[in-house]
């Protein structure tokens, strides 16, 4: 009966060593290329990582700190640099979004790329400016930090990224959306299209419904998130 229990424990043990083992390792690796990626960046390089539906842009400082201007509420309702410090939550992002205030701060290489893959001074294939010297555009990312007024088409991380690296307020994503959503909305056939459901849903319902109350709330609103 005892060999058995002891063979039955050399079994189990031996699996949980190796994976143990295996873990360990993969630390290790992540750190040699942690390591690595920061001997190959340099201060005043720009850095982007995709997200979901954006992507986002940082000026490396070196010492593995990142600068990026991200939305962010907290500002407004306190001062205190250990909340306002600690990493942006989802919430308030999106509310920083709505509020359109944001701040420039700086970060851990790794929570600014999040577990993306940073990409390296792509604008400098597609700007038609030349680049600033890195520790000019490191001091630039440095000088702005702090609590700034932030829109989503006008003044927003890579408007922020690319003053500082070229001396040029712009956002090739911006430009993007703009264009696309004038394909799609600024056209005649959905111009009449929108003009008639409008027409037969108000006049079906009555002009004091709940929809015309939605449509003249909805104007204003777009109008101040384009602001």
Same mark, same amino acid.
């Given at each position: 009966?005892?060999?058995?229990?002891?063979?039955?424990?050399?079994?189990?043990?031996?699996?949980?060593?190796?994976?143990?083992?295996?873990?360990?390792?993969?630390?290790?690796?992540?750190?040699?290329?942690?390591?690595?990626?920061?001997?190959?960046?340099?201060?005043? %390089?720009?850095?982007?990582v995709?997200?979901?539906m954006?992507?986002?842009?940082?000026?490396?400082?070196?010492?593995?700190?990142? /600068?990026?201007?991200?939305?962010?509420?907290?500002?407004?309702?306190?001062? %205190?640099?250990?909340?306002?410090?600690?990493?942006?939550?989802?919430?308030?992002?999106?509310?920083?979004?709505?509020?359109?205030?944001?701040?420039?701060?700086? %970060?851990?290489?790794?929570?600014?790329?999040?577990? /993306?893959?940073?990409?390296?001074?792509?604008?400098?294939?597609?700007?038609?400016?030349?680049?600033?010297?890195?520790?000019?555009?490191?001091?630039?990312?440095?000088?702005?930090?702090?609590?700034?007024?932030?829109?989503?088409?006008?003044y927003?991380?890579?408007?922020?990224?690319?003053?500082?690296?070229?001396?040029?307020?712009?956002?090739?994503?911006?430009?993007?959306?703009?264009k696309?959503?004038?394909?799609?909305?600024?056209?005649?056939?959905? &111009?009449?299209?929108?003009?008639?459901?409008?027409?037969?849903?108000?006049?079906?319902?009555?002009?004091?419904?709940?929809?015309?109350?939605?449509?003249?709330?909805?104007?204003?609103?777009?109008?101040?998130?384009? &602001?």
């Open positions: 009966m005892f060999p058995l229990q002891l063979l039955a424990l050399l079994f189990i043990s031996t699996p949980r060593l190796e994976k143990k083992e295996v873990e360990e390792e993969e630390v290790k690796v992540r750190k040699e290329e942690k390591k690595n990626e920061e001997v190959t960046l340099r201060r005043g %390089d720009l850095l982007e995709p997200r979901t954006f992507t986002h842009f940082g000026i490396y400082l070196g010492g593995g700190r990142v /600068a990026h201007f991200i939305p962010d509420i907290l500002p407004i309702f306190s001062s %205190d640099r250990s909340w306002i410090d600690q990493m942006v939550t989802n919430t308030r992002l999106i509310l920083g979004v709505l509020a359109k205030c944001g701040s420039i701060r700086v %970060d851990s290489l790794e929570d600014f790329a999040f577990g /993306a893959e940073i990409l390296i001074n792509t604008k400098d294939q597609v700007c038609s400016l030349p680049p600033l010297q890195g520790e000019e555009v490191a001091r630039r990312a440095e000088k702005l930090q702090g609590q700034v007024d932030y829109s989503l088409l006008w927003n991380c890579e408007h922020y990224v690319m003053y500082c690296r070229y001396g040029t307020l712009m956002s090739f994503q911006c430009f993007q959306f703009c696309t959503s004038r394909k799609l909305l600024l056209s005649r056939r959905v &111009a009449k299209v929108t003009a008639m459901l409008q027409v037969c849903v108000l006049l079906y319902l009555g002009w004091l419904s709940s929809v015309y109350a939605l449509l003249t709330f909805m104007v204003p609103f777009l109008i101040w998130m384009a &602001a």
